[in-house]
């Protein structure tokens, strides 16, 4: 995963994981996105640690941690706050970063 940065923030499209250093469904979370990042051995999410970044948290009206934040289109199509399963996050996946599993 790379730190996102205020360039990344003013994209039009990104997967955001918001994250606290201390938060133990954060690390397993995170495990979670690194399998799959793993598997398609690509950076596929930013990072983000909350704690250093309250007024991107109030503006966007993030609720808790752990979140996926994704933006598409230049707006913030989706928060997910339940994790579940590394299907669980997959299947937001398939829905707005379908050229994960595109053929070559």
């Known amino acids: 995963m ?35 990042e793993a598997v398609h051995q690509q950076n596929i999410f930013y990072e983000m640690n909350a704690s ?20 598409q289109d230049g707006e913030v199509k989706d928060k997910v706050y339940a994790f579940k399963s590394i299907a669980n996050v997959y299947s937001y996946l398939m829905t707005y970063k379908p050229e994960l599993f595109a053929a070559n």
């Open 2 to 36: 790379q730190q996102i940065t205020d360039d990344v923030l003013q994209q039009e499209r990104y997967l955001l994981y918001i994250y606290t250093p201390f938060c133990g469904t954060c690390a397993l979370a995170r495990s979670m996105l690194e399998k799959i």
């Open 52 to 71: 250093l970044n309250p007024d991107f948290m109030q503006n966007y009206k993030v609720e808790s941690v752990p979140s996926l934040l994704i933006k």
